[in-house]
């Protein structure tokens, strides 16, 4: 298996755009993460999923971000309008059943300016 | 909310010699605890991992170690390598959210040959 795919690995936008970041999970695996991660707050959970239905989304900092999984092979993080402070890397991670074990992808570098 | 947190932001160690990461848990109610490796540019990978109702685990070269009177958890690394080098974070999940993985801040081990 190819493991937890994201992409873009970077993307650099201007603020005021509109930004997706997208994900494709470990086939087979149930349960799919989004996690931010800057030097100021560390590793943050932003949302997650369960058979592609979000279960917890009190991560999310505001309604300028979305998350969606249409289907069990992908998912899309969403930030519009963007801003500078949005800058961070963004990881997806996906896990199975009982597992906690999540599996991380590369992170997409975000750079908002 | 509750968090994880570590001592020591960055702990620096002889090629050859044993490292002792340390964390500190503050939930109580969480039962599986991870620790994650991250080198520069990647995503978290999976180290080890333990349940509540042990007290130590080993595997290749690591040992965990959890002492839940303290909430308290450390990761041994026997005879660290160059290639050990790389930030190592703990992370928590359970108390009735058991697929949801909370992080610490993070410490990170430099390796000096």
């Known amino acids: 298996d190819a493991g937890v795919i994201q992409s873009p690995r970077h993307e650099v936008t201007e603020m005021g755009q509109e930004v997706t970041l997208r994900c494709k999970p470990i086939?087979?695996?149930?349960?799919l993460f989004w996690y931010r991660q800057t030097m100021m707050r560390g590793l943050e959970l932003l949302i997650y999923f369960n058979n592609n239905v979000p279960i917890d989304d009190s991560g999310m900092p505001e309604d300028r971000f979305s998350a969606k999984m249409p289907n069990a092979s992908f998912s899309t993080l969403k930030i519009q309008p963007s801003e500078p402070r949005d800058s961070a890397v963004y990881f997806c991670a996906s896990s199975w059943g009982q597992g906690v074990t999540a599996f991380f992808g590369q992170g997409t570098r975000l750079t908002v300016v | 909310g509750e968090s994880v947190g570590l001592h020591l932001p960055t702990l620096s160690v002889q090629e050859g010699d044993n490292s002792i990461i340390n964390c500190a848990y503050s939930n109580s109610a969480s039962d599986y605890f991870i620790w994650y490796k991250q080198e520069s540019g990647k995503g978290p990978q999976f180290i080890i991992d333990i349940r509540s109702n042990m007290d130590k685990r080993q595997g290749q070269r690591v040992t965990v170690l959890l002492n839940k009177t303290v909430k308290h958890l450390s990761l041994q690394i026997a005879a660290t390598q160059p290639g050990d080098s790389a930030v190592y974070f703990c992370?928590?999940?359970?108390?009735?959210?058991?697929?949801?993985?909370?992080f610490g801040t993070g410490t990170l081990l430099a390796v000096q040959p």
């Open positions: 992370a928590e999940a359970g108390g009735g959210a058991t697929n949801k993985l909370i």
């Open positions: 086939s087979g695996h149930d349960y």
